[in-house]
């Protein structure tokens, strides 16, 4: 794709915003990795899993918010039935990946 | 807690597998953070983002096994009946926060 | 709203199938209470409540499909930006709720 | 089993209670059918729906914890190795239908 029709993918505006949350989440993963290392209670553990799957399930549907409102509009107000149809499958793939029901 | 208790922690037998485990989780993170500085595709995002939830989920299960196996049984073979019962309350807090369903 | 906005509901077009599956549920979850009254093994009535919410989350899946491609599609099509808007809200609302992730 | 075993089943001494949440539930889901018939508005259906999977996941997890409380304790207690492990490998199961991580 070119880079025009990149500048229309609806997370690029807040994109150091969406940078910031991932790397906040990489250091939420290498703190488990010490936790392991110090074998720390498994509990504990746990509960920071659970901590960077909620971080991450929130990062993913704020994703989904932007591309809704950015590809999937920008396709059903075009007119192009094809690429609306194109758009909506792969959206609603996506929620079921998220909904882990596949 | 003492070290010796700490080496009845279920997973620990397994450190450096859960260690590179995570280390992979780490670098699938840090693959999302390059595929937003690159502007990539949403769904291409969101697709990578639910791969790493799967593998946290699946990791967490690995942990929580683990700890039904050595801590849990450990209390409740003990007959301390209150050490059970902390256990206990503990795993299904686990669990609640693992199926979001607090 | 009128009858004639409710046609467009994507999920009307099949509504036989929708409430015969819904009717699969109900009778479902009487099995689980019957299993509950004649005392069975708690592991097997965990498996039936969890075919059950598999089952109720994939006719969600197909019902936000269906909304997806009527009603979402139709508000973004319209140039309607408010209508859009709201459309695009109440999607994603209902995507939170379905992964827990409110 | 015998029925002195089946009285050991943690959920049993609240059977009643269980009996009238699965009745509110299937209640619940032949309501959705209602609203489907009557061509009710998606997203209030899709909320009624994620209304139900969520009072089956507390329901489920509440089994769940009945269950680590009577069956896991007492495998666990009883110094039967391979019954501890029997129950341990059936819970984890349960815990990976919950959390849709087959």
Redesign the interface.
């Known amino acids: 794709?070119s880079q025009i029709e990149?500048a229309t993918?609806?997370?690029?505006r807040e994109?150091e915003a969406?940078?910031n949350r991932?790397?906040r989440?990489?250091g939420q993963?290498?703190g488990?990795?010490r936790m392991?290392?110090e074998?720390r209670?498994?509990?504990d553990?746990?509960?920071q899993?659970?901590a960077?799957?909620?971080a991450?399930?929130?990062?993913?549907?704020k994703?989904?918010?932007?591309?809704?409102?950015?590809?999937?509009?920008h396709a059903?107000?075009s007119?192009d039935e094809e690429a609306?149809?194109e758009k909506?499958r792969?959206?609603?793939a996506?929620?079921?990946?998220?909904?882990?029901?596949r």
Not at 9 to 12: L, R, T
Not at 94 to 99: G, L, M, P, S
């Open positions: 794709m990149h993918y609806g997370y690029v994109k969406l940078i991932l790397h989440i990489e993963v290498r488990i990795e392991v290392e074998e209670y498994c509990i553990i746990l509960t899993v659970s960077v799957t909620t991450l399930d929130s990062l993913g549907l994703i989904l918010g932007d591309h809704v409102n950015s590809c999937v509009a059903f107000a007119g609306a149809a909506s792969e959206l609603l996506a929620v079921e990946r998220f909904t882990k029901t």
